[in-house]
């Protein structure tokens, strides 16, 4: 099967307008269309927020008179069941669209395929894979909490040049500049939780809220805490939402946070620590797409040792800490480089003097 070089066009466009939703659509995908007949567009549209209309929907309206015989490009599978909002497919259908070329199916197993065999029923042309890794990585929490249950899981880390993350003492503020500062707080504002452990709770009693940038919603901040060793008048209970995951289930300490405004969801192992594999679980299950983490060594490393890490954002600051510094991992002695974990470099980038570096896993994708 091949494209054109105006599907290539109209499907790009619909990338972007779907990237137009990346801090408001969740816990839904962030999608686009266009509506063209061949390459004179007629329509465009991209869902902005749950509940409100969808691509296909904003896009059918604004084409009107000039949807039937057209071709619609959307960045997902039209939907075929009744959510808050009609099923797509159907409007489809009843605006007389003649072809529908899709990036890539909905990763609902429990839906994938239903809304093409619906349109290909009614005698609709449905062609799908266009540009699907482009699609894939606009959307990979909610391709990851489809398929595999738990959120697409992203370590943010700001490091000097020689791997410290902060001083002996635990001060870490700041080893990155603004410029990258400001874009830390963009990965916040896409992301459906910030995630931190006690530690960098104690040490530096962040808020963890999105700021410097226009943003219309907090994220879930959760703090990992095995022994609630949080204080209720910690700054991270101001400003929205929180969840302190623990391993203890200790009445008292439980009712001072719960007054503070925290949820206590309680999530043990064998070890009497938390349950990361369980954690990321029921974060899958409240809706979270993406996990943004910003915590210290011990957080970060465990979630590398339970295999939960999709992505890292890494910032390297040209600046020098020493060996009496805090390191950025802890893990497991290698006996020889063939051991080590090898990165697949995504994105490379200034901003101002810092550098940042967007790696995965080799082998990991939505």
């Known amino acids: 099967m091949g494209f054109a070089a105006d599907d290539h066009r109209h499907m790009g466009r619909a990338l972007q307008l779907a990237a137009r939703g990346l801090r408001t659509t969740m816990p839904n995908p962030r999608v686009g269309c266009v509506i ?114 738990r959120p697409w899981i992203r370590l943010k880390v700001a490091q000097s040049l020689d791997g410290r993350t902060a001083a002996a003492n635990g001060a870490s503020q700041w080893i990155t500049g603004p410029a990258a500062r400001r874009d830390g707080h963009r990965w916040r504002a896409r992301s459906c939780v910030v995630m931190t452990g006690i530690g960098t709770l104690r040490d530096d009693d962040p808020r963890l809220t999105v700021r410097d940038i226009v943003a219309d919603r907090q994220p879930l901040r959760v703090v990992v805490d095995s022994q609630l060793r949080i204080a209720p008048g910690a700054r991270i209970f101001d400003g929205g939402a929180v969840v302190v995951a623990t391993a203890v289930d200790d009445a008292s300490r439980r009712t001072a946070l719960e007054a503070a405004g925290a949820e206590v969801w309680h999530v043990p192992d064998a070890r009497g620590r938390v349950d990361l594999v369980r954690l990321a679980q029921r974060l899958g299950a409240w809706g979270a797409n993406e996990v943004l983490v910003e915590a210290g060594i011990n957080l970060h490393s465990a979630l590398i040792a339970a295999g939960l890490v999709d992505e890292i954002v890494l910032y390297v600051a040209p600046k020098l800490v020493g060996d009496s510094g805090r390191g950025v991992l802890r893990l497991p002695e290698l006996s020889t480089m063939d051991d080590a974990t090898v990165l697949d470099v995504r994105d490379v980038r200034h901003f101002g003097p810092d550098l940042r570096l967007v790696v995965r896993p080799v082998g990991a994708r939505p």
């Open 36 to 149: 063209a007949h061949g390459r004179d567009v007629v329509g465009e549209g991209w869902h902005e927020r749950a509940g409100g209309p969808h691509a296909e929907a904003v896009a059918l309206r604004v084409a009107g008179e000039r949807a039937p015989g057209a071709t619609a490009y959307v960045t997902l599978e039209p939907c075929s069941h009744h959510g808050r909002t009609p099923p797509c497919a159907d409007s489809l259908l009843a605006s007389g669209i003649a072809r529908v070329v899709a990036a890539m199916e909905d990763p609902n197993p429990d839906v994938s395929g239903r809304g093409f065999a619906r349109l290909r029923a009614a005698g609709v042309v449905v062609e799908k894979g266009l540009m699907e890794a482009a699609a894939r990585d606009l959307n990979p929490g909610f391709v990851s909490r489809m398929t595999r249950g």
